[in-house]
């Protein structure tokens, strides 16, 4: 059984899940260096020269950020578009599939839990044939002498666990850790009770979104109840940490900038 703080926490998760559904109540909040964004509070319209696709931005520049996070629903007969001059991208798989076509490569089919890398100004294409959802995440490539990222397509449960030296989560990550990448994708999956030991502060920034499961996050001196279709992004320095609470694990995706001294 959990202890009684944890349970404590699932009763004000619980409470607060409660007033969801009243009319103009909303769990999202924006501060300084943090926002949680929930899906009531989605406002999707066209991307930008895509096709016949929807998206709904989370995470901008405009909210202090330095990537995009964004969610696509795709249609049959949708079609993506190319992101700016030397901005990456990384698409991952929510719901639905599609094909990409990327440079010379051949068609790669992505499901759900799938993903690919996109290194910038690498032509490419997505389509869909069925009602499709992607988060996806842009930056502007943060170059450095010799260091040419690949191409890379891959799923969530075909990567290894990682260690985690005094941690209790299990770990996966989807990109390589080599200097060529800027910034990588964890998978982190907590299993009901469990929590991170560490109370985290430090330079980098996050996006988050967590897939399945729910739980209590702290985001400075502020403490909120998260399920399954949150948002949360992290500005640098900002105290952050996590339980997870009810019958199910919880398994979250988190955007980390990383191989690059934060004085360039």
């Not at 990567?159 to 910034?183: A, I, W």
Request: aromatic share 10%; with cysteine; net charge negative.
């Amino acid at each position: 059984m959990a202890s009684t703080p944890i349970r404590s926490l699932f009763l004000f998760v619980l409470a607060a899940s409660l007033r969801c559904d009243l009319p103009g109540f909303t769990r999202s909040v924006f501060k300084r260096d943090h926002a949680l964004i929930t899906p009531e509070s989605h406002v999707f319209g066209p991307l930008p020269d895509w096709i016949n696709t929807l998206g709904a931005y989370l995470i901008s520049p405009a909210i202090g950020a330095h990537f995009t996070m964004y969610l696509a629903n795709m249609q049959d007969g949708s079609k993506s578009a190319l992101p700016p001059k030397d901005v990456e991208r990384l698409v991952f798989v929510l719901q639905g599939s599609i094909l990409l076509s990327a440079g010379t490569e051949t068609t790669h089919s992505l499901s759900v839990d799938s993903y690919a890398y996109l290194p910038a100004n690498l032509e490419h294409s997505m389509i869909s044939d069925e009602s499709t959802t992607l988060v996806i995440f842009e930056r502007r490539y943060s170059a450095t002498e010799d260091s040419h990222p690949d191409l890379i397509v891959g799923s969530t449960d075909k990567q290894p666990l990682l260690e985690t030296p005094g941690e209790v989560f299990q770990l996966r990550k989807l990109l390589p850790t080599s200097m060529p990448y800027d910034f990588n994708i964890h998978i982190m999956d907590f299993q009901p009770g469990e929590y991170l030991n560490v109370k985290e502060v430090h330079y980098n920034q996050h996006g988050l979104l967590l897939l399945e499961g729910q739980g209590i996050y702290r985001l400075g001196d502020s403490w909120y109840p998260v399920q399954a279709g949150d948002t949360i992004w992290m500005a640098p320095f900002v105290p952050q940490w996590y339980a997870a609470l009810g019958k199910t694990r919880t398994r979250y995706l988190l955007y980390k900038d990383v191989n690059r001294n934060p004085l360039i």
